[in-house]
């Protein structure tokens, strides 16, 4: 009878250890699924920084065509354009990785400081022009954002991505619309023709 209490007792004590040891390795898997959660490689992170300057150009752009033009498309565009910037913003703190907005009109991205300047120029000549800039900023967000996705797997950037190209394709939309009720015209400067139109052909999107 003692042997066998003994032996029902050993077993208990087995099962004990064999279960704690199954929960501190169940810890330990979750503890990991933390710590990969926020890690980013060099190149989504250089990804995040470019598209944060590069929704800043769209922002700092339409606030200075709406200054000049005091049209409504600038005005509500620029204002989707910093909740885009404070959706990279929040992924960047998210991840930290360090990160500095400049002030308006001026860019790290010597390639996105030239766009700036080139548009603050062009769009003085004539509103068409000024929606034209507006067309062509959105133009190279969708195909930026575009190439960006196609470097990452991870969902949450995926998914900012997603979103702020959503949104691009609907200002893309308001842009062209402003453009032709303006007797103008827009030739895509960096998506496909075929793209481009098959965008302007669909209706406005809810990007939430």
């Known amino acids: 009878m003692k042997n066998l209490i003994n032996s029902k007792l050993l077993l208990i004590a087995v099962a004990a250890f064999s ?52 049209h409504n498309t600038f005005g509500n565009i620029k204002n989707s354009e910093q909740n885009h910037m404070n959706s990279i913003a929040g992924l960047l703190d998210l991840y930290n990785i360090e990160y500095t907005i400049l002030p308006e009109g001026q860019f790290e991205n010597q390639e996105l400081q030239n766009f700036y300047d080139q548009f603050v120029e062009d769009g003085q000549q004539s509103l068409i022009e000024a929606l034209k800039i507006g067309a062509t900023i959105e133009d190279l967000d969708i195909v930026d954002l575009e190439d960006y996705m196609n470097q990452t797997t991870n969902n949450n950037i995926l998914t ?49």
């Open 19 to 70: 279960s704690s040891l199954f929960i501190a390795c169940d810890d330990d898997d979750n503890t990991n699924n933390v710590v990969n959660s926020t890690i980013v490689t060099q190149e989504e992170s250089n990804g995040l920084l470019f598209m944060l300057e590069e929704e800043k150009l769209a922002r700092d752009t339409y606030q200075y065509l709406f200054s000049i033009w005091n």
């Open 160 to 208: 900012a991505y997603e979103s702020l190209q959503c949104g691009s394709r609907n200002h893309l939309r308001a842009y062209v619309t402003n453009i032709i009720s303006n007797a103008g015209t827009y030739t895509p400067q960096f998506l496909s023709l075929d793209d481009f139109i098959e965008i302007i052909s669909e209706s406005h999107e809810n990007c939430n």
